[in-house]
C-alpha cells in the first residue's frame, strides 16, 4: 500500500468522503464502505481514469474545486 488516503466527515451530516491517493472520491454514510472502497486502488469505480466514474464523486470534486 502506498500513497496516502483520507476520510473526511461532513459537517451537519452523516457522510463521510474517502480521498483516495490517485485523487478519486467516494461519499457514503458507511465507514467500513469507504475504507473498503479506499483500499480497492486502483479497481475502485471512481478513480479519474475509470469509465464508471461515479456522478456523486465527480461533483463532490467539481463543489470543492478538485477537478
Given at each position: 500500500m502506498s500513497g496516502r488516503y483520507r476520510v473526511v466527515?461532513?459537517?451537519n451530516s452523516d457522510l463521510l468522503v474517502?480521498?483516495?491517493h490517485?485523487?478519486?472520491e467516494h461519499e457514503t454514510d458507511d465507514p467500513v464502505e469507504?475504507?473498503?472502497w479506499l483500499l480497492a486502488?486502483?479497481?475502485h469505480p471512481a478513480h479519474p481514469a475509470h469509465p464508471a466514474r461515479s456522478a456523486r464523486s465527480a461533483r463532490s470534486a467539481r463543489e470543492?474545486?478538485?477537478s
Open positions: 466527515w461532513s459537517p474517502g480521498i483516495c490517485c485523487g478519486a469507504v475504507w473498503r486502488h486502483p479497481a470543492r474545486g478538485t
